[in-house]
């Protein structure tokens, strides 16, 4: 009964950031057969909405069945997952011809999240589009491993900070919602230079000292939101640095838990596989990118960090 229950229960992996074209789809789908060829059972899911590519990196052609299909017709998740030519793996595309992300309704989402909870597979592995839209944040929120990813680049840093910013505020609000507390969170944070509250951390402190029924909620609502930060196309030393200070930054300013998973250094081989349609994990299994996309996942696998020597 037990191992009934263990394969039913699966683990439901996000890849977002906020801005594109940081390497998101490339991670989702290396990360997936990483996990396939050491035999767990994966299902990747691109819900980039219009601008749906995981099964290009894949090598295979666009899935003529999508989630408009889960959306408009009710198809389920499962029926419409698609074989990808690696074993123990499959693929749903997000392509929604007739729905834009921020038109698909709220009940429409909580229908997809339910069912993505429900698929029999070991791992689920969430492709994420660009932008902090509330559906994005939301399925990044849904996730039990929320995996930030970013360059070595001040823009790229300044999306990925706001992304996840947004994804904690809207988490504090949602969570009080439902207790009838939602509308002191908003007073607090619109009147914050009042309140002298200078960070989102600050205002978790604010509210916690103000009303501790509330700082109660908080901490349960709060206990699983960890990041799980992963740096591409680093090109120094000091570049991995930069995993560790925004360990830092979140801890110092949004008061979140966040993990330094590992890194991958900037490679032409990456491009060449991506051109060749040929995924990177099988077509180039030496390089050093998979190996290094190897070490990251197996530290999501198991809870570890990167150790960073200071230079």
């Not at 999306?159 to 947004?166: A, E, R, S």
Request: with cysteine; glycine share 8%; proline share 1%.
């Amino acid at each position: 009964m037990s191992s009934v229950i263990a394969e039913k229960e699966g683990k439901i992996w996000a890849v977002g950031g906020g801005k594109g074209g940081t390497g998101k789809t490339f991670l989702a789908s290396s990360i997936g057969i990483y996990l396939a060829k050491s035999e767990k059972r994966v299902i990747l899911i691109d819900v980039d909405i219009g601008g749906a590519n995981l099964h290009s990196l894949l090598g295979i052609s666009r899935p003529k069945k999508c989630l408009t299909n889960f959306f408009e017709t009710g198809t389920s998740l499962s029926r419409l997952a698609v074989k990808t030519g690696i074993e123990n793996m499959s693929l749903i595309t997000g392509d929604v011809h007739s729905l834009a992300s921020d038109n698909i309704r709220f009940t429409q989402k909580l229908k997809l999240f339910r069912h993505i909870m429900k698929l029999n597979k070991q791992y689920v592995i969430i492709d994420l589009g660009g932008g902090s839209h509330n559906n994005t944040i939301d399925t990044f929120l849904m996730a039990d491993k929320k995996i930030a990813v970013l360059e070595p680049e001040i823009i790229a840093i300044e999306n990925m900070y706001h992304f996840v910013k947004n994804a904690l505020f809207r988490k504090i609000r949602m969570s009080l919602r439902s207790y009838g507390f939602k509308e002191i969170v908003e007073h607090m944070w619109e009147q914050r230079e009042k309140y002298q509250i200078k960070s989102l951390k600050e205002l978790i402190d604010s509210l916690k000292d103000s009303f501790s029924y509330i700082g109660d909620i908080l901490d349960r609502e709060l206990a699983d939101f960890r990041i799980y930060l992963v740096l591409n196309k680093i090109r120094s030393s000091q570049d991995i640095l930069i995993g560790s200070s925004m360990k830092s930054i979140f801890n110092k300013y949004l008061g979140i838990d966040a993990k330094f998973v590992g890194y991958i250094e900037y490679d032409d081989v990456v491009w060449r596989s991506i051109r060749e349609r040929r995924p990177l994990m099988l077509n180039y299994s030496l390089s050093r990118v998979a190996k290094e996309i190897g070490v990251f996942t197996e530290n999501l696998l198991y809870e570890r960090e990167m150790k960073i020597s200071r230079i």
